[in-house]
């Protein structure tokens, strides 16, 4: 099986983007590729169709490639939750929990045999493997236990590609340094380097291109232009360089940076909406007058609560709501809106019941069987029959008040709720359609339901309604990916990773 390594001077310098598109260029000429990452930490996750979980960065580059998402393109997912602990997904199944400083004692030689496997099974369906590294390959001190970077190049006698970001400065040095601290049989693989998010003119660079090449003995085989393109991201550090609100925005969304965010790529497809922006909130930050807040994902749904109500965001959530505001609740945040969550095994740490925002009236039990899943359900808000897709992932059981749903007496009772889908546990909204919650994620991956839900906000500023027989966000992210490919090939040579 043929292979490429992507590995980079230090985190966000691009690995995933360039992976990616490397998935589509080398899918277009005629090889079935996979992508893989050995390890990956992140919160957000994607549900294959067995049901196991992945990062979502493999997932995008699994659909870049053309094919469908598999636990053995990541089969190590590593997912933080506070106090220097992890849940460990080993071949999309969690198996524990586990400190920062105790994971590679217990789990080091059971991570390389699962790689291995891994890409055993992946060799067996595929011609052509692009491999993702994390972080850096050269973190001296790590680099004896590193199940991700040049130990899955050596296996695979990877040519290997460093990426190095020169947006932030230092690019040279970083390329220099991590080559400097490189083993000679790991350097040996590093084939080309790829200088990424140029702003200027390449003229200007060409001098520092020629010393590096002179110095390094390695080509620089490309020189990515900075790309606008909105990427799913991998971590909440991304949210920090979003670009500010949109100057031709007709709504304005707010979404709760919780702490431990999860699956904020599920607002993707609100971004790529051009009268919406989206605008993301430090609990700490004042909450404003929005069009809709959204209180997304989160590891722990009962840590990032009670954030919520120390700040004081979950007061000013409860009173945004009492004035009419919109409020939409999305797995944790979801949890977060009813009643009470109680975890009486302490699974996401102390064993406890802690009060809700008191907006549902609904109780979660946190459990330890995750539910990871692929659903397909019917809409009955805010329009009927509208087929929706998207993937549960979640630990927590809740259940509703069966009056509150019953009765329909009284319309503009918020206390009394219906349910969003024709599947009752995935989620509710109140009478008044003022306050949503689902543990659907990529809901607004779905065209139609997102312009409907949109139509609702818009209705109440009194813009005109946008329509709503758009396709879903998938076509769009095509679109994004295939734009993505051909621009980074224009500027990219594989000859030497290729021969």
């Avoid at 130990?151 to 020169?166: E, G, Q, S, Y």
Wanted: glycine share 10%; proline share 6%; net charge neutral.
């Amino acid at each position: 099986m043929k292979s490429i390594m992507v590995v980079g001077t230090t985190s966000h310098a691009g690995k995933s983007l360039i992976t990616t598109a490397l998935c589509r260029i080398l899918s277009r000429r005629g090889w079935r590729v996979t992508p893989f990452k050995g390890q990956n930490m992140a919160l957000n996750a994607y549900v294959t169709a067995s049901g196991g979980e992945i990062g979502y960065a493999q997932a995008v580059q699994a659909w870049s490639a053309g094919v469908a998402p598999l636990v053995e393109m990541n089969p190590i997912l590593l997912k933080p939750q506070g106090d220097m602990t992890s849940q460990v997904i080993l071949k999309g199944k969690p198996v524990g929990k586990v400190s920062a400083t105790d994971y590679y004692e217990q789990y080091f030689e059971l991570g390389w045999r699962t790689i291995q496997e891994s890409l055993k099974h992946l060799e067996s369906e595929f011609d052509f493997i692009v491999c993702e590294g994390a972080g850096s390959p050269a973190e001296i001190n790590l680099k004896h236990r590193d199940l991700t970077n040049m130990r899955v190049a050596k296996h695979l006698n990877a040519p290997t590609l460093l990426v190095v970001d020169i947006d932030r400065g230092g690019a040279f040095a970083h390329v220099v340094g991590t080559l400097e601290l490189l083993e000679p049989d790991e350097r040996a693989l590093i084939k080309g380097v790829v200088i990424n998010k140029f702003r200027g003119l390449r003229s200007i660079l060409e001098p520092g291109i020629k010393w590096l090449e002179e110095r390094t003995g390695i080509p620089v085989v490309g020189v990515i232009p900075y790309l606008e393109q909105v990427f799913p991201a991998e971590d909440s550090l991304d949210l920090l360089e979003r670009k500010p609100l949109k100057a031709q925005a007709e709504l304005n969304i707010a979404v709760i940076r919780l702490p431990r965010i999860a699956n904020f790529t599920d607002f993707d497809p609100l971004e790529s909406e051009p009268t919406v922006s989206v605008k993301y909130l430090s609990p700490k930050q004042d909450l404003g007058h929005p069009d809709a807040v959204i209180i997304p994902g989160t590891k722990t749904t009962i840590a990032d609560l009670i954030l919520l109500q120390k700040t004081g965001m979950a007061e000013a959530i409860q009173h945004y709501a009492a004035s009419g505001g919109t409020v939409l609740g999305i797995c944790g945040g979801f949890q977060m809106l009813g009643q009470m969550v109680a975890d009486p095994e302490g699974i996401e740490g102390q064993a406890g019941r802690y009060q809700g925002l008191n907006l549902f009236p609904m109780k979660t039990v946190i459990t330890g069987q995750k539910i990871a899943r692929q659903r397909q359900v019917t809409s009955n808000y805010p329009q009927m029959g509208l087929p929706v897709n998207g993937f549960e992932i979640h630990q927590g059981r809740s259940t509703y008040n069966s009056d509150s749903l019953s009765r329909l007496e009284q319309p503009t009772d918020k206390s009394i709720c219906q349910p969003l889908f024709d599947d009752v546990n995935l989620g509710l909204v109140d009478n008044c359609q003022s306050v949503w919650g689902t543990y659907l994620h990529g809901l607004f991956d779905n065209g139609p339901w997102r312009r409907a839900w949109l139509n609702r906000l818009r209705q109440q500023r009194g813009l005109k309604s946008l329509p709503t027989g758009v396709a879903n966000y998938r076509d769009q992210r095509e679109q994004i990916l295939e734009s993505l490919a051909t621009e980074i090939e224009a500027h990219l040579d594989l000859r030497p990773f290729l021969s």
